[in-house]
């Protein structure tokens, strides 16, 4: 099929989203937020998101949002990537991989292209799409979740990759999905003016929930309130599980019934483990994965997690009492975000000793339903974060478009 024919008959506007997606699902389930809310503001936008997440095919997605799935690969704990499926080495995945991202946007041909978090992709892989599409003229956006790291981690980082070009050669936009009152990720990085000043911040992505089913009765045999305890992906959340876990299975006097949902990629011997122990118990339950987390997360009284930015968004978004027990490593990103939102009031940070102390746990359980809801804490601008993003990309496609309503939006612009 020839190229420029199928450019030519191109109808509406046309978004591309990058997520490379190399374990868990926070990736993933920002860019598909980002996607639908796209579409229910342009009547004549397409989004078409390219993910490596095995379980991309598990999400809905809204009309006119579809996706591409190239090979997966994944991190290893010693940082290292390997090929998720496929028998060939890595480099090869990568190879192939970087193709598949250039011919899908060759002949998608977006007008925007929305990178995630990694700005040169993983390992350089849509280095070739970045120049392309900047030689055509298309508007290029680099999206950053509110916290990426500590600055002394990320700055070595992002000079091995040899960012800092990138930033200032070709990318038109950087949205930050935070609030610098919070935390500005790139405010210790040696950035020249002409990378600061393309900095935006959005605010954070709202979640919503439109269509709650009764998730209680879904898995207790009357309806009682309940705590969802989550580990997202599940990759590394068993240290959270057993925690909690402990707690249930030593205190008779927790104040709430609990849901654990252990994560698609938790080991598969880990999760039939803890389901055996959460048998032994008519207040707990455990399942594997819902890819209807919102819903879960709406019918809980409180949440415990990890402390991932999705899981973040949510709590804030459902106004939601949380405990939050970060990781450390193998970023510090989970823990930045914990106390940042603890100083601030939002959720109650809770940290490991090393052993993993069930009176610990269950004191903090206990003193769950005294906390405050985040509504209760003014943040101005909070959970702007998708309205804002609809604004931005709004002189990039509304030439073409149909726009529906429109909103006083603010963005916050890096001082």
């Known amino acids: 099929m020839d190229n420029n024919l199928v450019k030519s008959n191109h109808s509406g506007s046309r978004v591309l989203i990058y997520s490379h997606d190399t374990m868990g699902l926070g990736h993933l389930r920002r860019c598909r937020a980002i996607a639908n809310s796209l579409v229910e503001k342009y009547e004549d936008l397409s989004v078409l998101i390219l993910s490596g997440s095995p379980i991309i095919g598990s999400f809905d997605f809204s009309a006119r949002v579809d996706f591409v799935r190239i090979p997966g690969v994944i991190k290893l704990k010693n940082g290292e990537y390997t090929t998720l499926n496929l028998a060939i080495d890595i480099d090869k995945t990568i190879s192939m991989r970087s193709s598949i991202i250039k011919h899908t946007a060759d002949i998608f041909d977006p007008d925007v292209f929305i990178v995630d978090k990694e700005p040169t992709g993983l390992r350089g892989e849509v280095l070739d799409t970045l120049k392309m599409l900047k030689e055509r003229g298309k508007h290029l956006v680099l999206g950053l979740r509110d916290i990426l790291d500590s600055s002394a981690a990320l700055e070595p980082e992002w000079k091995r990759k040899n960012v800092l070009p990138v930033l200032r050669k070709l990318y038109d936009e950087i949205w930050i999905y935070g609030l610098p009152q919070i ?16 900095i935006t911040y959005t605010g ?32 590394d959340g068993e240290e959270l599980i057993e925690w909690v876990l402990r707690a249930y299975e030593n205190d008779p006097l927790l104040p709430y019934s609990a849901l654990f949902v252990l994560g698609p990629f938790m080991q598969p011997e880990l999760q039939e483990e803890f389901k055996k122990r959460c048998k032994k118990s008519k207040r707990v339950q455990a399942i594997t994965f819902d890819v209807q987390m919102e819903d879960l997360e709406s019918n809980a009284v409180g949440i415990v997690a990890m402390g991932g930015y999705n899981t973040f968004c949510e709590i804030l978004s459902l106004d939601k009492k949380a405990i939050i027990i970060p990781r450390t490593s193998p970023r510090f990103e989970q823990y930045i975000r914990a106390s940042r939102a603890q100083d601030l009031g939002l959720v109650k940070m809770l940290e490991d000793n090393g052993k993993l102390d069930y009176q610990l746990m269950a004191q903090a359980l206990k003193e769950m339903p005294k906390q405050k809801k985040p509504s209760e804490i003014i943040v101005p601008g909070l959970l702007e974060g998708l309205e804002n993003v609809n604004r931005l990309i709004e002189p990039r496609v509304n030439n073409k478009l149909n726009i529906r309503t429109e909103k006083n939006i603010t963005t916050l612009k890096r001082a």
């Open 183 to 198: 935390y500005e990720p790139l405010n210790d990085l040696p950035l020249p003016k002409k990378v600061i000043d393309k």
């Open 204 to 235: 954070y992505l709202r979640r919503s929930v439109k269509n709650i089913s009764s998730s209680t009765e879904r898995f207790f045999s009357k309806k009682e309130p309940y705590l969802l305890v989550t580990t997202g992906g599940g990759g």
